[in-house]
């Protein structure tokens, strides 16, 4: 008996055992170079502290973000020829959105990097936590960007949301600055919140989480009681809000934007913006659009009218350029949202193509921004920027270039965002979108225009003596004229030359929607 026991015992384990998923790591090769980047910088300068460059955290990270952009080159020519597919049990997915965005953030992750360096040793702030923070973000984003389950992307969400909420606290002399990490922390857990009850319900509604079983479910059946899924996209789109700062769950934006540290708010408007918009098109384009696409679309119209009409509007009375640009930004949220609206091919590759353009542009204006906030990031009133034009022609005719792609002037990377976004409403027949769109487009033009005149021209309403004393002041670090130069060259290149960025976006978008649908 015993015998028998134990020479049956080899298959008695073979049963038991448990077939975990197989991990393809190339597929994931990105988000490991951005993660580990983070891990080993802060082992590397807990062994040797006091002994590396103070330049060495900011081009570590630059070089991490680099390499993991050059390991999307060999993925997105595996797409190319193999198609999109799925690995780790389906729970991540592996096609040209995912890449894209993951290159988007890249670059914003390069852009913050250089600018941070300068910034911290302005400050007195040195330190190794900061770009840690920042590529672990930029991990947790790569995630979102990536996830084929709900729950993979929830666990992204979080990884993005709990660094982006020690940034914005970290100017540890700057009492606004903790002010915004607090207030971004407790507004964000509601969001967190929203979104996991939605993905709940969901999950109730349909017996899963995965994105492409869910679609194959809704596809092949019909549900009569339906309220259950509703109730769940309604919160999810609640929940996706937040992250992107669409109105009416903006409140927080402002504040955050205004309070964070320069290049900080410049990274949450490029890079954390981009993850959240591609969280929202992954679930409701690719995954409810076919389908349950007449549910979800006038939620998505509303906040998209409601973002640019108040984005415009109050963007144009503030007085600190902070806020501006903060209030600019749900302007511009709410035009990716009208491309969300669209619900199509056309309108998710002129999402894609704005997030990129709209990357360099916030990137430098807030560059801009940081260098003219001199020492302790405070100076950012229409009044400092008096007399730019005069005492430093090149940093404003930089910020000119910059503030005049967002308002969508031609041969401008934002000319072409804005256009393609407002061609992909008009080819759904959304006539009245396009032109609520065109309108705040108009509207947001004299937001940027007042900043251009207290450079350029004077006038007793933009300031006094103070700003044509501080100019001369201004001084550019070596990373933040290189996060200039490159930013300048995107936002131009993209207006100009855009073919290779349309045909990669339009390549992405063929490679999600065959995926999914």
Not at 381 to 401: C, E, H, I, N, Q
Request: with cysteine; aromatic share 12%; charged share 10%.
């Amino acid at each position: 008996m015993i015998a028998t026991l134990l020479q049956d015992q080899p298959a008695l384990l073979d049963q038991a055992a448990v077939r975990t998923p197989e991990i393809v790591w190339s597929a994931i090769a990105p988000n490991l170079v951005l993660m580990l980047g983070g891990v080993l910088l802060l082992t590397v300068v807990s062994l040797v502290r006091g002994r590396t460059p103070k330049w060495f955290p900011a081009a570590w990270t630059v070089a991490a973000a680099t390499f993991a952009f050059i390991t999307i080159i060999p993925l997105w020519q595996r797409v190319q020829d193999d198609g999109a597919s799925t690995v780790m049990a389906g729970a991540v997915g592996l096609d040209g959105f995912s890449l894209f965005i993951t290159g988007v953030i890249c670059i914003s992750v390069v852009l913050a990097a250089l600018l941070l360096d300068g910034y911290l040793r302005r400050e007195g702030l040195e330190g190794p936590e900061w770009y840690v923070l920042i590529l672990l973000s930029a991990s947790g984003g790569v995630t979102m960007a990536s996830a084929n389950d709900l729950i993979v992307m929830f666990v992204g969400l979080e990884i993005l949301s709990v660094s982006a909420y020690v940034l914005a606290a970290m100017h540890s002399r700057r009492v606004s600055s903790q002010e915004a990490g607090l207030k971004y922390f407790v507004l964000g857990a509601f969001s967190s919140a929203f979104l996991l009850y939605g993905i709940a319900m969901t999950y109730g509604a349909t017996g899963s989480t995965n994105l492409v079983k869910i679609q194959t479910f809704l596809s092949d059946v019909v549900i009569t009681q339906n309220g259950l899924l509703l109730a769940g996209m309604a919160f999810m789109i609640v929940g996706f809000g937040f992250k992107v700062g669409a109105v009416p769950f903006h409140t927080w934006v402002p504040d955050v934007y205004q309070g964070s540290p320069s290049p900080v708010s410049g990274y949450m408007a490029s890079g954390i913006k981009a993850a959240g918009f591609a969280g929202l098109l992954r679930v409701f384009v690719v995954t409810f659009g076919p389908t349950y696409g007449d549910d979800w679309r006038p939620m998505i119209y509303a906040l998209a009218v409601l973002s640019l009409v108040v984005g415009s509007l109050l963007a144009i009375v503030q007085t600190n350029v902070k806020r501006m640009l903060a209030y600019s930004s749900i302007s511009h949220a709410g035009f990716i949202l009208v491309a969300v609206e669209a619900s199509s091919a056309e309108g998710t590759s002129a999402a894609l193509f704005y997030l990129l353009a709209y990357t360099f542009m916030v990137a430098g204006s807030f560059g801009i921004v940081t260098i003219m906030g001199r020492g302790g990031d405070g100076l950012h009133t229409l009044a400092d920027y008096k007399g730019l034009g005069r005492s430093r022609p090149g940093v404003a005719l930089l910020f000119s270039v910059f503030l005049l792609a967002q308002a969508g002037v031609p041969f401008t990377g934002g000319f072409l965002a804005k256009f393609y976004v407002i061609n992909s409403v008009v080819e759904e027949g959304q006539y009245a979108l396009a032109v609520i769109a065109m309108v705040s487009a108009v509207i947001g033009a004299f937001l940027y225009l007042r900043i251009v005149v207290a450079m350029y021209f004077d006038g007793n309403e933009y300031g006094g003596e103070f700003a044509e004393l501080a100019g001369p002041r201004v001084r550019i670090p070596a990373g933040a004229a290189l996060a200039l130069g490159l930013a300048v060259i995107g936002t131009l290149w993209l207006g100009i030359l855009p073919d290779a960025a349309t045909d990669v976006a339009g390549e992405a978008v063929a490679q999600l929607v065959a995926f999914g649908r």
